[in-house]
């Protein structure tokens, strides 16, 4: 077999199962084969994913993780599986029961609708949509609405608080999420993701043309990443789920699988806006040298998106929980601007000539600002020098 076909399997399967389908049934036939490995490869996944956080976590944290069930602990989701299943479906007396039933619905929904527009190898998409970005986004604003959801119906007031907080983070950090994205439609003009990868599938001395290997590229991925590890609420931006002030937000009064669906949705939205991210900057599927291109497409995305969830596991073993106050000043008054910035960046590399003047000019014009705006964030601010006592 060539590696364009092992490359080209999965797509060659799906039309070769086609053939044997009724014209009248083959819509539906596709879709259903297009639709179903998303619905197993990344929840799989995301069973992997956790095992492989909590054992590096614990590793992190000098401990062992979880080592009791199956080979090495890697059993431990089926086993959290089970007793999510077989826990009580606890349900406060004056819960909207409705809304309540939805919400974690509603969330793992959003998540999986995000992945009809991400090509995940070469001619692997759901659906190749003109406006892929702008559906991706507009998909994407209905977790608010699922948290929103939560905490209202829970009729609590920590569930109503930790919504309240979860809904407000998230708006503030979608802007700069869209804006970081803005520079990659400039740059291509288009919002179609299959369009975005192959401008960035090609080579130059066996060095791809990826967009993160430009000032604003790095500068606009830098500030997506940032964006979307609040829009996930992950450390240290897990502020909703804050257990020291209200327990554990806007999920609080759920249980059981309930529980694990909510668990399951903020996995399945990392996921998706990190596959969002490889396919804006990263290239998509496209091999990190002209030289690599033999292996399978499908591969590359996802050892990427491997890479980027370790990274998502050592800032959460790492970074401590920020206050309210510098989640949402870091959002307004250094994230927005430098989105900004940036985008005024990408319109001046488009118009410069090429060479060594574009790189130095767009560089100074974004490092300059990041270092002026942070130290706006100091400001004011009586920063007091931590001293640590060890036990003799």
């Given at each position: 077999?060539?590696?364009?076909?092992?490359?080209?399997?999965?797509?060659?399967?799906?039309?070769?199962?086609?053939?044997?389908?009724?014209?009248?049934?083959?819509?539906?036939?596709?879709?259903?084969l297009?639709?179903?490995?998303?619905?197993?490869?990344?929840?799989?996944?995301?069973?992997?994913?956790?095992?492989l956080?909590?054992?590096g976590?614990?590793?992190?944290?000098?401990?062992?993780?979880?080592?009791?069930?199956?080979?090495?602990?890697?059993?431990?989701?089926?086993?959290?599986?089970?007793?999510?299943?077989?826990?009580?479906?606890?349900?406060?007396?004056?819960?909207?029961?409705?809304?309540?039933?939805?919400?974690?619905?509603?969330?793992?929904?959003?998540?999986?609708?995000?992945?009809?527009?991400?090509?995940?190898?070469?001619?692997?998409?759901?659906?190749?949509?003109n406006?892929?970005?702008?559906?991706?986004f507009?998909?994407?604003?209905?977790?608010?609405l699922?948290?929103?959801?939560?905490g209202?119906?829970?009729?609590?007031?920590?569930?109503?608080?930790?919504?309240?907080?979860?809904?407000?983070?998230?708006?503030?950090y979608?802007?700069?999420?869209?804006?970081?994205?803005?520079?990659?439609?400039?740059a291509?003009?288009?919002?179609?993701?299959?369009s975005?990868?192959?401008?960035?599938?090609?080579?130059?001395?066996?060095l791809?043309?990826?967009?993160?290997?430009?000032?604003?590229?790095?500068?606009?991925?830098?500030?997506?990443?940032?964006?979307?590890?609040?829009?996930?609420?992950?450390?240290?931006?897990?502020?909703?789920?804050?257990?020291?002030?209200?327990?554990?937000?806007?999920?609080?009064?759920?249980?059981?699988?309930?529980?694990?669906?909510?668990?399951?949705?903020?996995?399945?939205?990392?996921?998706?806006?990190?596959?969002?991210?490889?396919?804006?900057?990263?290239?998509?599927?496209?091999?990190?040298?002209?030289f690599?291109?033999?292996?399978?497409?499908?591969?590359?995305?996802?050892?990427?998106?491997?890479?980027?969830?370790?990274?998502?596991?050592?800032?959460?073993?790492?970074?401590?929980?920020?206050?309210?106050?510098?989640?949402?000043?870091?959002?307004?008054?250094?994230?927005?601007?430098?989105?900004?910035?940036?985008?005024f960046?990408?319109?001046?590399?488009?118009?410069?000539?090429?060479?060594?003047?574009?790189w130095?000019?767009?560089?100074?014009?974004?490092?300059i600002?990041?270092i002026?705006?942070?130290?706006?964030?100091?400001?004011?601010?009586?920063?007091?020098?931590r001293?640590?006592?060890?036990?003799?």
């Amino acid at each position: 077999m060539t590696p364009d076909t092992i490359d080209q399997i999965f797509v060659t399967a799906k039309h070769w199962l086609l053939g044997y389908t009724p014209s009248a049934l083959q819509p539906i036939v596709s879709a259903i084969l297009s639709v179903v490995p998303i619905l197993v490869v990344f929840p799989l996944l995301f069973a992997i994913t956790t095992v492989l956080e909590r054992k590096g976590l614990g590793r992190i944290q000098n401990r062992y993780g979880p080592n009791r069930v199956g080979p090495y602990g890697f059993s431990q989701p089926i086993a959290d599986g089970i007793k999510s299943l077989t826990k009580e479906d606890v349900i406060p007396r004056s819960a909207d029961q409705v809304v309540h039933f939805l919400a974690p619905l509603l969330l793992v929904l959003a998540a999986f609708l995000g992945y009809a527009i991400l090509p995940i190898g070469r001619n692997m998409v759901i659906t190749n949509l003109n406006a892929g970005l702008l559906y991706f986004f507009a998909i994407g604003s209905m977790v608010e609405l699922a948290v929103f959801m939560a905490g209202w119906s829970s009729r609590s007031k920590y569930s109503l608080l930790g919504a309240m907080r979860a809904v407000a983070q998230m708006i503030s950090y979608e802007i700069p999420l869209v804006l970081a994205s803005v520079v990659i439609i400039m740059a291509t003009g288009s919002l179609s993701t299959v369009s975005i990868v192959e401008q960035q599938a090609h080579y130059t001395y066996s060095l791809p043309h990826w967009f993160v290997f430009t000032p604003w590229g790095f500068a606009g991925f830098l500030l997506f990443m940032i964006a979307a590890t609040a829009e996930s609420n992950r450390s240290p931006f897990d502020l909703p789920e804050g257990e020291s002030e209200i327990i554990a937000g806007y999920y609080i009064e759920y249980s059981g699988f309930k529980f694990a669906l909510f668990f399951l949705g903020e996995y399945l939205g990392m996921f998706a806006t990190s596959g969002l991210a490889i396919t804006l900057f990263l290239g998509g599927w496209s091999a990190p040298f002209s030289f690599l291109t033999w292996v399978p497409s499908y591969l590359w995305f996802f050892l990427k998106l491997l890479v980027l969830i370790c990274v998502f596991i050592w800032i959460r073993g790492t970074l401590p929980r920020l206050r309210q106050d510098q989640l949402m000043n870091l959002a307004w008054k250094f994230m927005l601007p430098m989105t900004l910035i940036n985008i005024f960046t990408a319109a001046l590399w488009h118009f410069m000539p090429a060479g060594i003047i574009r790189w130095l000019a767009c560089a100074a014009l974004l490092v300059i600002p990041c270092i002026a705006l942070s130290r706006g964030l100091k400001q004011g601010k009586k920063l007091q020098v931590r001293t640590y006592r060890f036990a003799e």
